[in-house]
Structure formats: structure tokens, C-alpha cells
Nanobody, 119 residues
Framework: QVQLVESGGGLVQGGGSLRLSCAAS????????MGWYRQAPGNSRELVAI???????NYADSVKGRFTVSRDYVKNTVYLQMNSLKPEDTAVYYC?????????????WGQGTQVTVSS
């Protein structure tokens, strides 16, 4: 099984920046893709950004030009650099990965990290 552990959330003023990290551990034959979702109170969980091993990336329209997803394959970590943060970016951010092991093929979620943007 693959475990995902996020870090880097916190409180920031509008216009500020944060970088989230998500480290994957455990045994897997492949992990692809890795990325980020978020869920604000009263809302459903939504895709923020995701990166495929091919290099392709998908972003929510609301974060294009402000957020960047990247991956370090040596550290098995995916990052989300968030710039020009807005109060509407406030949410719990969840790391997500799809992986294949000898006994499982499917998705895994991190525990979530809170991001709060003040106006």
C-alpha cells in the first residue's frame, strides 16, 4: 500500500504564497498521476492540479496562472506552489495518487492539510 503525507498548509494573507508537499511511501510498481484536490466547507471535493508521468498537467480554471504542480521522483514527492492566494482558496487540500502494486491498483488519499487565506 502507498501512504501519502501532506505538509505545508497554514494561514496566509491574501496575495501571499504557500507551498504544499506530499510524500508517498510504501511499495508500488508505479505511481501515476499525483496531484491535489481541495474541499471547502459545504462544497464537494474538487480537482486543483494533477501531474502525469508524461509531463501533462491539468489545473482547475480558478487556479491557472497562480498554482503550479511539480514532482520530485527521487523523493517521491509532489508539490503545489500556490501564489497570489485568494480568500476563496481557503479549503482543506488533499493529496491524491493512483498507484499499482503487486496486489492493488487504485487511488490513495492523504489526510488533508488546511489552507486559510485571510482577506
Amino acid at each position: 500500500q502507498v501512504q501519502l503525507v501532506e505538509s505545508g498548509g497554514g494561514l496566509v494573507q491574501g496575495g501571499g504564497s504557500l507551498r504544499l508537499s506530499c510524500a508517498a511511501s510504501g511499495s508500488a510498481i508505479s505511481i501515476d498521476p499525483m496531484g491535489w484536490y481541495r474541499q471547502a466547507p459545504g462544497n464537494s471535493r474538487e480537482l486543483v492540479a494533477i501531474r502525469f508521468n508524461s509531463g501533462d498537467k491539468n489545473y482547475a480554471d480558478s487556479v491557472k496562472g497562480r498554482f503550479t504542480v511539480s514532482r520530485d521522483y527521487v523523493k517521491n514527492t509532489v508539490y503545489l506552489q500556490m501564489n497570489s492566494l485568494k480568500p476563496e482558496d481557503t479549503a482543506v487540500y488533499y493529496c491524491y495518487a493512483e498507484y499499482t502494486s503487486t496486489s492493488y491498483s487504485g487511488g490513495a488519499w492523504g489526510q488533508g492539510t488546511q489552507v486559510t487565506v485571510s482577506s
